[in-house]
């Protein structure tokens, strides 16, 4: 089973910086697209940006320019750095992989799983 530890979350004021953390634990053999979401209280959860095995990075428009994603494959560890908080990035941010490793023998193509979340607190 795939196991996610997000961490890095915490309390800044605005236009401070954060980096999150997602490791993938169990079958290490197999790599995973990882991508970031959010949610806000009271609002639906969001995409946030995404990086593929192949190193192809997706960024919403509201996090384009101040955030930055990268992975570690030999880690299966995605990190999300961001800069330029706002107020608006306040929110739980959860980390999601999904399998997509054709030599992988251990899993069906397209497993997804999903992290417990961190906050993220930005104060104005």
């Known amino acids: 089973q795939v196991h996610l530890v997000e961490s890095g979350g915490g309390s800044v004021q605005a236009g401070g910086s954060l980096r999150l953390s997602c490791a993938a634990t169990g079958y290490t053999d ?6 970031w979401y959010r949610q806000a209280p009271g609002k639906d959860r969001e995409f946030v940006s995404e990086v593929h095995i192949d190193g192809a990075t997706t960024y919403s428009d ?23 908080l ?31 979340g961190t906050q993220v607190t930005v104060s104005s």
């Open 30 to 35: 197999c790599r995973y697209d990882m991508t």
């Open 62 to 84: 509201s996090v384009k320019g101040r955030f930055t994603i990268s992975q570690n494959n030999a880690k299966n560890t995605a990190y999300l750095e961001m800069n330029s």
């Open 86 to 116: 706002r107020p608006e990035d306040t929110a739980m941010y959860y980390c999601k992989t999904v399998m997509t490793d054709p030599n992988c023998l251990w899993l069906v193509y397209g497993t997804t799983n999903w992290g417990q």
